[in-house]
């Protein structure tokens, strides 16, 4: 599948009324992480950052309550990272609960709270 495609997907795992929107919905998702120009590659072309972030935008077509990303910006450059670092604080800001597992400083940052954990134990709990 295309990514424009992967993006849609969930849209049709549930029955809906009346027209179908998704792929409106999924351009307009691809346009805020900032990879429109992705919509019609294959993921066998993409590089690994760039299949996490149509990932990250395939999850957030049922407009879920609560996300859950492991290492969401592992594989990305540093500019990417900020981008996604900066998309994933205005999800927030909009009412989206992130919990977001990571060894990255720049996506730490963006949060507002920040639980840190040693040999699997928790160690420190801060609002940032």
């Known amino acids: 599948l295309t990514a424009l495609d992967n993006v849609r997907l969930p849209y049709f795992l549930r ?8 792929s409106a919905k999924a351009m307009d998702l ?21 299949s ?5 935008v395939r999850a957030l077509m049922l407009e879920p309550v609560l996300l859950i990303a492991v290492e969401p910006t592992s ?18 800001q909009q009412g989206l609960s992130l919990l977001v597992v990571t060894h990255d400083a720049e996506i730490t940052a963006a949060g507002t709270h920040l639980l840190t954990m040693a ?7 801060e609002n940032l």
């Open 15 to 22: 029955k809906r009324p009346g027209p179908d929107t998704s």
């Open 30 to 50: 691809l346009e805020k992480a900032g990879i429109v120009h992705l919509a019609s590659a294959y993921p066998a072309t993409m590089p690994g950052g760039e």
């Open 52 to 56: 996490r972030r149509v990932a990250l």
């Open 75 to 92: 594989a990305l450059d540093i500019d990417t990272t900020r981008h996604m670092a900066e998309y994933m604080r205005t999800l927030n």
């Open 119 to 125: 040999s699997g134990k928790l160690t420190q709990a």
